[in-house]
């Protein structure tokens, strides 16, 4: 292959251009839409002319993936209940670049839910892929000095909100072991045990199926809750999502749910179980994250 030849580029880019995407949007599903647009785009270009084809392809993908935040953005408004990022399946070796494990935790994409799109767009470009201001500017259409002030923004907001996880990744795992342990042997208290005193327990059905509306705050509203929903045919499967261990729930040889934790301090602080359907899709193969 020549390096004029698109396929080559988008081989060698796709996985950044995905992660990019699913940073900003917080689903799978619509990262894959994105860059289909963008492949079908790309297809088109002079790629001889083109002097970067990297920047010019994280450039197409931030502004394709800004159109559709502004879109999910009206459609998360009428979302039934609490909307949770949709979990995606990957190798352990993620868990081995700690930037991007952080970046695509569950607790992590939350709160980059909290930012206005074009502030997530800087502060996911800047902070995890380190795009250069220049380019960053370009992809957002904004002047420099003005990307460099959104950033600045962003990254205080982001600050304030971010998990501070005080566990090395064997604490942090053996953690979740416990966890998984505890809820399929029904061993309350080791599952107390392992539970923060002010846990929060945010679980998403989508009005698909049952699931709490609202978090659910304290460990003993927490255990109720986990209590009266685990079914006695229950298998909890140990399985990676977003670059850390989680869970897997299944019923009765049916896959059912994920659950991925936040572990400070030795406890698990904040727990986020998924249950909706239509999100579990990226969870059957795996996904191939990258930062480069």
């Known amino acids: 292959m020549s390096t004029s030849d698109p396929l080559e580029h988008w081989a060698r880019h796709r996985n950044l251009l995905f992660t990019v995407s699913y940073e900003m949007l917080g689903s799978a599903a619509d990262a894959e839409d994105v860059l289909q647009e963008v492949w079908l785009r790309w297809a088109d270009v002079a790629v001889e002319e083109v002097r970067e084809p990297r920047a010019y392809l994280v450039r197409m993908t931030t502004r394709l993936t800004l159109n559709r935040l502004r879109t999910l953005s009206r459609r998360r408004e009428d979302y039934v209940g609490t909307w949770l990022p949709e979990p995606v399946l990957t190798t352990p070796d993620v868990a081995q670049d700690v930037e991007l494990a952080d970046s695509v935790s569950t607790a992590m994409l939350l709160v980059l839910e909290t930012l206005p799109p074009t502030e997530r767009a800087v502060f996911v470009l800047r902070e995890v892929f380190d795009v250069p201001y220049a380019e960053i500017a370009e992809a957002v259409e904004k002047s420099e000095p003005a990307v460099r002030q959104i950033a600045s923004r962003a990254r205080a907001h982001v600050a304030e909100r971010r998990p501070r996880a005080s566990v090395t990744a064997a604490e942090r795992d053996a953690v979740i072991e416990r966890f998984r342990a505890a809820t399929e042997t029904g061993d309350l208290q080791s599952l107390m045990d392992v539970l923060a005193p002010d846990v929060v327990l945010m679980t998403d059905g989508g009005g698909k199926v049952q699931a709490a509306l609202n978090p659910i705050f304290g460990r003993d509203k927490v255990l109720r809750f986990l209590t009266a929903v685990t079914p006695e045919t229950l298998e909890l499967v140990p399985v990676w999502l977003n ?50």
Do not use: Y
């Not at 936040?262 to 579990?280: A, C, I, Q, S, Y």
């Open 243 to 292: 670059g850390s261990p989680a869970i897997q729930f299944v019923i009765a040889g049916h896959r059912d749910g994920v659950g991925t934790m936040l572990v400070e301090d030795g406890v698990v602080t904040r727990l986020f179980l998924v249950r909706n359907p239509d999100k579990l899709g990226s969870v059957l193969e795996e996904v191939d994250l990258a930062r480069q």
